[in-house]
């Protein structure tokens, strides 16, 4: 059994104009145990809001259906009080603004041991200690437990925040944009730090961002999000050499560091706008291997190979207009 399992996953957000935005649209994942997942996509996708439906932190415009377990455990069921009992200690999160959260008249140790308290996981005396060796854990002295945050730099905040959010001994980790705000020096020890635990923890991560590079360079599998739904899920290599759905390749071909020289090709147009109903294939506007039946019919995800699944019609072989590269080759201009 898969630690996440999603199925189906819609939000949906109340405007102020009396219309709905469906933000997340039937989304489903499966994250292993001890997994680093991405979760990628370009900025209004869906990405953090479906983060933000695993930990029942959504606003009350929004109204949530279908089923997230962690760990065999019913998350959504509960409303809000089942949420908090499941935050922190099932599922923790480390948010890009996570390090200018600290209260600045608390000393660092006080806040980390602060969760441990409120969850009865440690008495107020086990937890300052354990605050100290959760420090050590992401590479911080046990003695900064005694420092404020403004006496901690950017990064040391930011390790900070996640040995926080581990302090509950939670399954799960969600990570999104851990390292936005960060010099590249910093990001990579972020980086590092984040792989370090899911390997030595056997934590399973869930790293939300828009940075391809960071993913290749970390992950084990990814979900690629366009227009609220997963288009295309499979290992990094795979998405990367054997992409199954022009999205990722276009990602892909866009993003310079992973290009080796290569020629930048930019995706034309911008994302779908989710508070109008789409017909077809919401990536079509943009899409350079667009079909006839793109037009009309909602391409379903489904599996193109082992451990690969795909939402586009071009691997229907009854579609049989154009082909995808083949597997093993690399992916349009990105591999
Ligand atoms: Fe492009 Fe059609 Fe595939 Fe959508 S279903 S990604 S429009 S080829």
Sequence with gaps: MALLEVRDLHV???LPSGRELHAVKGVGLDVERGELFGLIGESGCGKTTTV???MGLLPSSASVAGSVRVDGADVLSGGEKGARAHRWTETAMVFQGSMNAFSPVKTIGWQIAEPMEIHGVASRRAARARAGELLELVGIPAAAARRYPHQFSGGMRQRAAIAMALSCEPKLLLADEPTTAL???VQAQILELLQRLAR??????VLVTHDLPLVAHICDRAAVMYGGEIAEVAAVD???HESR???TRMLFAATPELLGGK?????????????QPIVGCAFRPRCDSAVVRCAT???ALAEVARGHEAACHLNDPATGVLSVPDAGQPAGGAG
């Design 200 to 205: 030595e923890l056997h934590l399973t991560v």
């Design 12 to 14: 949906w957000f109340a």
């Design 245 to 247: 759905h022009p999205y």
């Design 183 to 185: 010099d590249v020096m």
């Design 297 to 299: 019919d909602h391409p």
């Design 52 to 54: 933000l439906a695993l």
């Design 263 to 275: 020629d930048v090709t930019s995706i034309p147009g911008s994302p779908p706008r989710l508070d």
């Design 238 to 240: 795979a998405l990367y």
